[in-house]
């Protein structure tokens, strides 16, 4: 498709010229042009941030540019902090892969994430004590993602029988894993009255992930990442994966090639249901050592955001991950360091979200000015 | 007769990225004549008249309207111009009725639903169309939501009218309706062009032919001077032999048995009922019938893909097999590991045949891709044999990684049909196979059914052109309303008595004749 645009101007005034300004669609771009008007996207973002910045604040850009940086990379412990952050981000947009490149809208994976920890923290509790240590993890990661893929299956069996549309019912399976988790914290509050789980085992910190090379959080980086490849393998090069593209692409089609629609519909919800399980797993016992409702804390949504700019890519999914954390933690740094309230690191974090999505628009159609015809002769 | 030049367009060139869809091309439309624009499918014409009716802008080139000098950016600065185009696609809202469809996006007066009524009244009657104003458009046929289309154009004052491929749904005596209407418009003093590839339509409708071919305009004849034979060389660029050869069939034997085939919607409709055949090797069986009366059903009740009622029995028997086995309830797959290469080449071939979104590679392995022990695609065999069909069957694409959506429909076609042939099935299903294909793909399509007729393969071909056939099919079987009505052999029957048959059911059920 292609669409003329133009000032509108009375016919009969403005005849004969031509249109100012045209835009049509263009071939596929090498990768390097394409990334090239990204980073663009970005540093042009960064101008107009710093224009917002100065006419707010009258700040200096720079100043509050080198908080945001400080805020996300400020330090070993901040930069770990990003890192972890950005891993759990990572791993939900991970998990949403199979479902989105399925045309399956998993909007649930806040609750999935959440049952996932509310069973890592229940094995943590009742069998910290009770398993030896390598037997505990093997309970607890079945566990979660068991927890995950039964919340994320059951939409998918509604709608493979009954034609169901998943995403409202992703979306309320959400509410229910709140309420549930609501009801194990106050089940498992200590200091009872407080209304918190509070750390699990601090004593003999049964159940969690342990440091690796001196990193607390190495195991989860090596994880997680582990989980990003073996995704875009399964959705490349596997039958699987083929069968997911097939039925995303056309119901019609899969059952014309023998596809059992309904089936591949459970069976991706399962996956993408248990890492979204994982995610929970890796919430808990990797990270908090502990469950409240903010344990997915809405990055179950944010993911959602990096699955669509990744195009269901899990690797492009790394680098958008980190940058969506990095942002949040300079938006963060700047609000508390400056005495600025939420918004206005927010509206920072909205502009360049805009001008990278906004890219997309010149990778994928050019202006013609006017007197810029082409003369194929 | 002094004839007065409505549009000209002189060395219009329009590339979509690297494609060039028209380069250089000029042409004129004279007023109170009926122009053909003639071409393959691809070679631009609906493209070029795109940007006369303000939908795409050309690159290079320059338009005159009447002598002036005009520039047409948008569908509204074409209505300005006098300038209307009814597309392929009807662009109508389903829930208004007639009139409310004409004013839509006018304002003032020309919005006044009475006097609209009217005006339509007067367009019907000058013209000789036949419509009710007060008629919702989703209670419309296909031909009346056309004649609504043309009347919306007329309405909005439009002398130089465009037509692409009007008479692809329409119905032959539909057809004779809308020649008439646009010979009465010629008549008006209205300019009009036709889009098609339909060599007799065009000969019997329009004054001047211009020929486009590959985006390059070829040459303007007088329809007078011209015949099918000179039309297909210009339009092919090499001379094309216009006959289809039917081999007789040979070492036939019972393939397919279909008894009592009955299909009923969910909604109660009864869409095929009691439907008995039989399809033989080295074969081709037509199916004839007008379109929507249980085609589509027919043939996806055998691939397995169609709820059948309980009645209903599909016999398989296979090469050199004692017994045959009953093919109801079971899906493409397990009809598939029965060792039984069912081939289909369903109407829909963007939406069933083929992912569109997947280069050829990708859309090779869709029934196979199971082949292999191990979890993972197995692509090299599938790279090769898109390799092969894009070698052998001449489809043109940049690249067999290109998503197949992007190429043209008759490339598009082409992958489906190699890849089905390319399954060496025992039965190959048609429907519509060479429905919006330029002349020269459908003969190279023709040929390939009875490459496989003759390599003993049970063909199925669902068409729509009588005299297609009558020229291929050894036997027709023609449905009305879901029944059969008749089959007929291919070399004895004529068209008159296929039509006859498509509308009107004989005395008793149809029962399988030969």
């Known amino acids: 498709m292609q669409y003329e645009t133009g000032k509108k101007s009375a016919l009969n005034q403005k005849k004969h010229r031509e249109p100012f300004l045209r835009i049509a669609k263009r071939d596929s771009m090498p990768f390097f042009q394409s990334w090239g008007i990204r980073i663009a996207a970005v540093l042009l973002s960064l101008v107009v941030c710093a224009v917002v910045i100065y006419a707010i604040t009258k700040m200096n850009p720079l100043k509050v540019y080198g908080a945001m940086l400080q805020g996300a990379f400020g330090s070993k412990r901040k930069i770990w902090i990003t890192i972890r952050d950005t891993m759990s981000l990572l791993c939900i947009g991970v998990a949403l892969a199979p479902a989105f490149k399925m045309r399956f809208w998993n909007i649930g994976a806040e609750g999935q994430v959440l049952v996932g920890g509310i069973a890592t923290a229940a094995c943590m509790i009742y069998l910290g004590d009770v398993l030896p240590t390598p037997i505990l993890f093997v309970v607890m990661i079945v566990a979660s993602c068991l927890a995950g893929a039964l919340w994320g299956v059951v939409p998918a069996v509604f709608k493979s029988r009954w034609g169901t549309n998943e995403t409202l019912f992703t979306l309320m399976m959400n509410y229910v894993a709140i309420q549930i988790t609501s009801y194990c914290v106050s089940l498992w509050e200590n200091p009872p009255g407080s209304n918190y789980v509070g750390v699990i085992n601090p004593q003999t910190k049964a159940g969690w992930l342990p440091s690796l090379f001196g990193q607390q959080y190495m195991l989860n980086v090596i994880l997680v990442l582990a989980l990003a490849v073996g995704m875009f393998i399964y959705l490349r090069s596997t039958k699987h994966g083929y069968e997911i593209s097939v039925v995303g692409q056309s119901e019609n089609t899969a059952r014309y090639a023998g596809i059992n629609v309904g089936k591949v519909f459970v069976r991706t919800m399962l996956i993408s249901g248990a890492v979204a399980g994982f995610t929970g797993f890796i919430a808990v016992s990797g990270s908090s050592h502990t469950i409240s409702v903010n344990t997915a804390g809405g990055r179950g949504f944010t993911a959602i955001i990096v699955a669509w700019m990744a195009k269901f890519n899990t690797m492009t999914m790394i680098v958008i991950s980190l940058l969506l954390i990095f942002l949040e933690k300079g938006a963060n740094e700047i609000a508390s360091r400056f005495n600025l309230n939420d918004y206005a690191s927010q509206i920072i974090t909205g502009i360049i979200l805009f001008f990278i999505i906004g890219s997309e628009f010149f990778i994928n159609y050019q202006m013609i000015l006017r007197g810029k015809n082409k003369e194929v002769a | ?514």
């Open chain 2, 1 to 514: 007769m002094e004839q007065h030049i409505a549009v000209q367009m002189q060395n219009i060139t329009k590339t979509f990225g690297q494609v060039l869809a028209n380069h250089n091309v000029s042409i004129d439309i004279r007023k109170g004549e009926i122009l053909s624009l003639l071409g393959e499918n691809g070679s631009g014409k609906t493209t070029l008249m795109n940007m006369l009716s303000g939908i795409y802008y050309p690159d290079a080139g320059k338009i005159f309207v009447n002598g002036e000098p005009a520039v047409i950016r948008s569908p509204g600065d074409a209505f300005a111009y006098g300038i209307g185009m009814i597309h392929q696609h009807f662009k109508l809202v389903d829930v208004f009725t007639a009139v409310e469809n004409v004013v839509l996006g006018l304002r003032g007066r020309d919005a006044n639903l009475k006097l609209a009524t009217k005006k339509i009244c007067e367009i019907c009657e000058k013209y000789g169309f036949e419509i009710d104003p007060g008629q919702k458009v989703y209670n419309m046929s296909v031909s009346q939501k056309q004649t609504l289309e043309i009347i919306k154009v007329l309405y909005r004052g439009a002398d130089i009218l465009i037509l692409d491929e009007p008479t692809a749904v329409l119905t032959p005596q539909e057809t004779e309706r809308l020649f008439h209407v646009i010979r009465n418009m010629k008549k008006a003093g209205k300019a009009i062009v036709i889009i098609t590839h339909k060599l007799h339509e065009v000969l019997s409708v329009s004054d001047r032919v211009a020929i486009l071919r590959r985006g390059e305009y070829v040459d303007t004849v007088e329809t007078k001077d011209a015949n099918v034979q000179s039309l297909t060389e210009m339009m092919v660029g090499k001379r094309v032999v216009l006959d289809i050869e039917r081999p007789a069939a040979a070492h036939t034997e019972r393939r397919i048995e279909v008894k009592n085939l009955t299909v009923v919607r969910s909604d109660g409709v009864q869409l095929l009922d009691r439907v008995s055949f039989t399809a033989n090797s080295g074969e081709i069986l037509g199916i004839a019938g007008i379109s929507g009366c249980g085609q589509k059903e027919l043939l996806e009740s055998i691939a397995g893909l169609q709820k059948v009622s309980s009645e209903t029995s599909i016999l398989y028997s296979a090469p050199k097999a004692d017994a045959p086995v009953e093919l109801v309830g079971k899906d493409p797959k397990a009809i598939r590991d029965m060792g039984i290469t069912l081939s289909f080449v369903p109407e829909d071939r963007l939406g069933m045949g083929l992912v569109g979104s997947m280069g050829m590679t990708d859309n090779m392995m869709l029934k196979n891709y199971r082949q292999g022990r191990t979890p993972f695609m197995e692509r090299k065999e599938p790279r090769a044999l898109a390799e092969k069909i894009k070698e052998d069957l001449e489809v043109a694409t940049p690249g067999i990684n290109i998503p197949v959506r992007r190429l043209s429909g008759g490339n598009v076609q082409k992958v489906l049909v190699g890849r089905e042939i390319a399954a060496a099935p025992t039965v190959l299903m048609t429907a519509y196979a060479v429905r919006g294909l330029d002349i020269h793909t459908s003969y190279t399509i023709y040929h390939l059914l009875n490459e496989q007729k003759q390599a003993g393969v049970a063909v199925i071909y669902v068409g729509e052109d009588l005299d297609v056939l009558l020229e291929l099919c050894d036997r027709i079987l023609i449905l009305c309303s879901g029944r059969v009505s008749g089959i007929v052999d291919g070399r004895t029957a004529t068209k008159e008595e296929v039509g006859m048959l498509m509308t009107h059911l004989q005395k008793g059920d149809g029962s399988d004749a030969v």
